[in-house]
């Protein structure tokens, strides 16, 4: 049966948030800020956090930086998924993928639509892997950002979940899923 474990041992995530935003700091970053808060009220650790502007070589080069850092285990990035001109996120990230995980966005737009209906057709969210980092690529809204975690990554991102979490396919922690 699908779901979380408690008899099994919960192995922390080293996870980045990123907002994409012409408009946000850290005042006025909901979106980011509730990613942040829920990872770490999940005992995951927070491995960094930052805003760039919807520009595909900053979003490029912010996500690349996190990459290239052995310290970070994920990426889940808000805003820049959308349809508004602006909106780049998704041509400054596929790019940069070893592996795209389709599922992701399948997923993401079932639970989105339980909550948004039809405007979920207006996302453009996207998971996927750039080397051995995952990235999961949500809109902007915090409610869309609540939806992403509260209903696909809070448990995927679980090494406890069964029968096997995205947790497993970290390469510290690959042993779990043997």
Sequence with gaps: MAGIDETLTFY??????????????????????????????????????????????????????WVDDE????????????????DVTPEAVKPLFRRE???????????SFGTVGLSTLQ????????????????PGSTGACRDGWDLVLRHELDSRYRPCSLAGQIPRLRHLCA
């Design 12 to 65: 922390p995530l080293r996870i980045a948030v990123l907002t994409v935003s012409d408009t946000r700091d850290e005042n006025s970053d909901k979106s980011g800020a509730l990613l942040a808060e829920r990872l770490t009220n999940a005992r995951h650790e927070l491995a960094g956090k930052a805003i760039v502007k919807d520009e595909v070589e900053a979003i490029r080069q912010r996500v690349q930086d």
């Design 71 to 86: 310290s970070v285990d994920a990426i889940i990035s808000t805003g820049g998924t959308g349809f508004a001109p602006r």
């Design 101 to 111: 995980m389709d599922g992701f966005s399948v997923l993401f737009h079932q639970a």
């Design 123 to 138: 996302s453009r969210a996207f998971a996927g892997q750039i080397g051995d980092t995952f990235i999961f690529c949500l």
